[in-house]
């Protein structure tokens, strides 16, 4: 596949990648990791021609159909959505327009060259699915979350990220070997990410990505590559596998700097003893050329383990009444255009919500009328006695002072926010040192949208509301907000297609289906999926079922009901021995937990110079690791068929 040759990039007087050498394997989904500001988008967009490298060269094979996701969507689209996303099948078009070329030509040539020309192309066109590639369009776009009479409409009338989603959807028509995604899921809601990864499973090729949704990463990635002062360095697993290798690798670069760090002292004594007297200059000189080739071999190694420890602490807000929100058959749009309700939601002290469902459905609009930004259609709204809310919203730019600094405007929201944890959380937030002082107005949009939530949480807020908090933050970022938000003991009601980030949050999920039904769910996403199968409720994250209302079941027969309880007995003797074997593959995965821990402490103790030893323990590791994602994929199985018993 594509073979990076010498890759160098240079702005200016900074070099972002030094000599790069990479061969992309085949049918690989690969990860793309790194700091914010190592070029990761500047790199993918070498490998696309977008931007040309300093020196070196990309080598793309003639076989190699390329697929991107652009920066911008198409200026001049077709008149339907459905149309547009049809010339994304660029390969199909190319054959299409040969065809009907031929079709005029042989109107006045039926040779036989001309004949068998137009036969094989036809068959060909016919094989690669040509006749039914609208049908294949409208399938991705049911996908990507386009309903109904939508996919007629003209794109010109989409937002910006519905746009970006069709050029996504054109991305994947076109059926490209060597697939390049940076941010594929930052326009998706919940259920069409899920379509998105599901489909990127599935994917025959190699894939490249940029991702800063772990989850992502953890599930899509078997191999990833970190881009980190201008080098690219492979590790064979997922992002997880990524973390626990890379920390080996700094305990053997933290050996090898002490190594280094020894002999340059005893050259340098060496130099500072006798650099001065005659008899001993040559072999002086010689230390110090050895001394500069060390300096050089010490720069190879990049020791992150200094890292400050990072956290967000929010201010202490004062406690409010035990019913915090009360949402008694509200029904909430604009105008006489009603999204959802009538909606039924009580939220207690202390509890943290996540709102889930497709784009559409109300999820942001539920948040502004909760809010008061815009006026329910009917129902009430209510909120507890001594509630304060520290709102987040897509839109919260506008709320920021664009003539005053970073720092002022998140001075400005609290009198107990000080100068001092200002800083710490702009920080937090990616924003250091004289960044902080900036105006507001000179900023990036995602930048001002950083600023927003630093103001929002800045708040005495006992009620937060937050809609999409993630979207422009890094995944450490993502990591500190979670943390403050787990320790946060007052109320949160919050809109996120984060996985992760929900998971760890969230105690309850609050559906909203299209059809404008709701319901609210104790636990995660995974207690959802679960309880959502029990009651009969629809699940949103399954993009293959129907969200129609179910229908009553008829009257059962006493033969009907006689047959169900003889299977409700089969059922539980499978239930008891399912139990059984979930028991005995948990024993087995604690065992193996156990001793992968004890070899990797192993590992530690050992010298970097040490290569045998280390390989051979290496290899050890790998196959203790491959036994247990064997064990816990099959201890997975057993819970999901437990599960499914248990529903029925």
């Known amino acids: 596949m594509i073979c990076c040759d010498h890759i160098s990039k240079d702005f200016g007087e900074r070099q972002l990648f030094d000599n790069i050498d990479y061969h992309f394997p085949e049918n690989e989904r690969l990860a793309l990791v790194g700091p914010n500001g190592a070029g990761k988008t500047t790199f993918l967009r070498i490998l696309t021609s977008e931007v040309e490298a300093s020196s070196g060269k990309v080598q793309i094979p003639s076989r190699c159909r390329l697929g991107y996701l652009p920066q911008e969507p198409n200026q001049n689209p077709k008149n339907s959505i459905v149309d547009e996303c049809v010339t994304g099948a660029q390969y199909l078009g190319n054959i299409k327009d040969r065809l009907e070329s031929l079709v005029k030509l042989m109107e006045t040539d039926t040779s036989e060259r001309t004949l068998h020309e137009y036969a094989e192309l036809e068959e060909q066109f016919r094989d690669l699915g040509g006749y039914a590639v609208e049908s294949e369009a409208r399938e991705i776009l049911y996908g990507l979350g386009f309903r109904g009479e939508m996919i007629a409409k003209d794109p010109r009338d989409l937002s910006g990220g519905w746009r970006m989603r069709l050029e996504l959807a054109k991305v994947f028509m076109n059926h490209p070997n060597f697939l390049i995604l940076d941010e594929p899921t930052n326009h998706l809601d919940l259920p069409s990410l899920v379509w998105v990864e599901q489909y990127l499973l599935d994917f025959k090729g190699t894939l490249l990505f940029v991702s800063h949704d772990r989850d992502l990463l953890n599930r899509l990635a078997t191999i990833t590559i970190e881009l980190r002062n201008g080098r690219l360095k492979p590790y064979r697993g997922n992002f997880d596998k990524f973390l626990d290798l890379k920390e080996i690798d700094l305990e053997h670069d933290r050996g090898a700097l002490k190594q280094i760090e020894r002999k340059k002292k005893d050259l340098q004594g060496f130099v500072d003893r006798f650099g001065a007297k005659a008899s001993k200059a040559r072999q002086a000189q010689s230390r110090v050329k050895q001394i500069e080739r060390l300096k050089s071999l010490e720069a190879q190694y990049d020791d992150q383990s200094n890292d400050a420890a990072m956290a967000i602490n929010l201010p202490d807000a004062p406690k409010s009444v035990k019913q915090v929100l009360t949402v008694d058959q509200g029904k909430i749009g604009y105008g006489d255009t009603v999204l959802a309700g009538p909606i039924k939601l009580s939220l207690e002290r202390g509890m943290k919500v996540a709102i889930t469902g497709a784009n559409g459905v109300g999820k942001s609009t539920l948040l502004r009328t909760i809010v008061g930004t815009i006026p329910s259609i009917s129902g009430s709204f209510e909120l507890g006695d001594r509630v304060k809310v520290g709102y987040f919203s897509q839109d919260q730019v506008d709320t920021l002072n664009d003539e005053m600094s970073c720092l002022d405007n998140v001075m400005s929201v609290s009198e107990k926010v000080g100068q001092m944890q200002a800083r710490q959380l702009l920080g937090n937030f990616l924003f250091s040192g004289q960044d902080v002082f900036k105006p507001v107005k000179v900023l990036s949009g995602g930048e001002k949208s950083r600023i927003g939530l630093a103001c929002s949480l800045a708040q005495a807020a006992n009620f937060l509301i937050l809609d999409e908090p993630t979207n422009h933050l890094d995944m450490t970022s993502v990591e500190v907000l979670t943390d403050a ?130 390989a051979e323990l290496q290899a050890k590791i790998d196959l203790k690791t491959t036994e247990k994602s064997k064990v816990e994929e099959c201890w997975l199985d057993i819970q999901q068929q437990i599960e499914d018993l248990a529903g029925e």
């Open 485 to 614: 938000l787990k320790k946060y003991k007052s109320s949160l009601l919050f809109v996120s297609h984060d996985r992760r980030f929900i998971n760890r949050i969230c105690s309850h999920i609050f559906v909203l289906l299209p059809d404008g039904r709701s319901e609210l769910f104790e636990g995660n996403l995974s207690d959802y999926k679960r309880l959502a199968r029990v009651s009969g409720f629809p699940d949103v994250l399954d993009t293959k079922a129907s969200h129609e209302p179910s229908s009553s079941k008829k009257d059962a027969t006493p033969r009907d009901r006689e047959s169900e309880d003889n299977q409700a007995k089969v059922a539980k003797k499978q239930l008891d021995h399912l139990k059984k074997q979930s028991q005995f593959e948990s024993e087995n995965l604690d065992r193996l937990t156990g001793e992968i821990e004890a070899m990797n402490y192993d590992l530690l103790q050992l010298n970097p110079g040490e290569y045998e030893a280390l």
